[in-house]
């Protein structure tokens, strides 16, 4: 199983919206909606900020928005904040009956 | 309060074994389908394995054939036994409950760093 596409890094300026996209297959993103995206600081375990393409746990900031089209997903994140500044990952349930990770993205908040 | 506390990591040589548990807290394992995620160092999460509500148990391709998950509902605690272990096999190993049997993972352990080295 391929690991999703992720762009290795992304930047905005504090206020600003930004937008890590996610790109699967039809065996995988594009077949299901059980995708989602944890947002990990250094050292720290990964935190799950979208589950089912766009639902929010509760505490999770209205800020954090997920999408899907097709084969990709979306992370929005509006207003950014200094703390944003993390990795991001997304996954999905695939048609194997199991799990896979994108190779993350870099968010630096300028 | 929900709690996942691994252990069970050390430094091991190419060939060997090692059993990792995850030890739960605040909910009942079996009740909720369980993860191993994986990290290994300055890289990105593996997806590791997953043993379902019902006994049910995937695995990636890249451990398939050596590890095996399990689960002890009277010690609330879930295993990862890893054999033939391999140097690439070195990372951070997670445990994390599914929030919702959607492969959504609401609360992690703190990590146990499994290290395969001659």
């Known amino acids: 199983q391929s690991a999703l596409t992720q762009p290795a890094s992304v930047s905005g300026s504090p206020g600003q919206s930004i937008t890590i996209s996610c790109t699967g297959t039809?065996?995988?993103?594009?077949?299901?909606?059980?995708v989602s995206w944890y947002q990990q600081h250094p050292g720290k375990a990964p935190k799950l900020m979208i589950y089912?393409?766009?639902d929010r746990p509760s505490g999770v900031s209205n800020r954090f928005s997920g999408s899907k089209s097709g084969n990709t997903a979306s992370l929005t994140i509006s207003g950014l904040q200094p703390e944003d500044g993390a990795d991001y990952y997304c996954?999905?349930?695939?048609?194997?009956?199991?799990?896979?990770f994108g190779g993350g993205t870099k968010l630096t908040v300028l | 309060e929900v709690q996942l506390v691994e252990s069970g990591g050390g430094l091991v040589q190419p060939g060997g074994s090692l059993r990792l548990s995850c030890a739960a807290s605040?909910?009942?394992?079996?009740?909720?389908?369980m993860s191993w995620v994986r990290q290994a160092p300055g890289k990105g999460l593996e997806w590791v394995s997953v043993?379902?509500?019902?006994?049910?148990?995937y695995y990636a391709d890249s451990v398939k054939g050596r590890f095996t998950i399990s689960r002890d509902r009277s010690k609330n605690t879930v295993y990862l036994q890893m054999n033939s272990l391999r140097t690439e096999d070195t990372a951070v190993y997670y445990c994390?409950?599914?929030?919702?049997?959607?492969?959504?993972?609401?609360?992690w352990g703190q990590g146990t760093l499994v290290t395969v080295s001659s």
């Open positions: 605040g909910f009942t394992v079996s009740s909720n389908h």
């Open positions: 039809s065996s995988d993103v594009g077949g299901y909606d059980y």
């Open positions: 043993i379902y509500r019902g006994e049910s148990t």
């Open positions: 089912d393409v766009s």
């Open positions: 996954s999905s349930y695939t048609s194997s009956n199991t799990l896979v």
């Open positions: 994390a409950r599914d929030k919702s049997s959607s492969f959504a993972f609401d609360y």
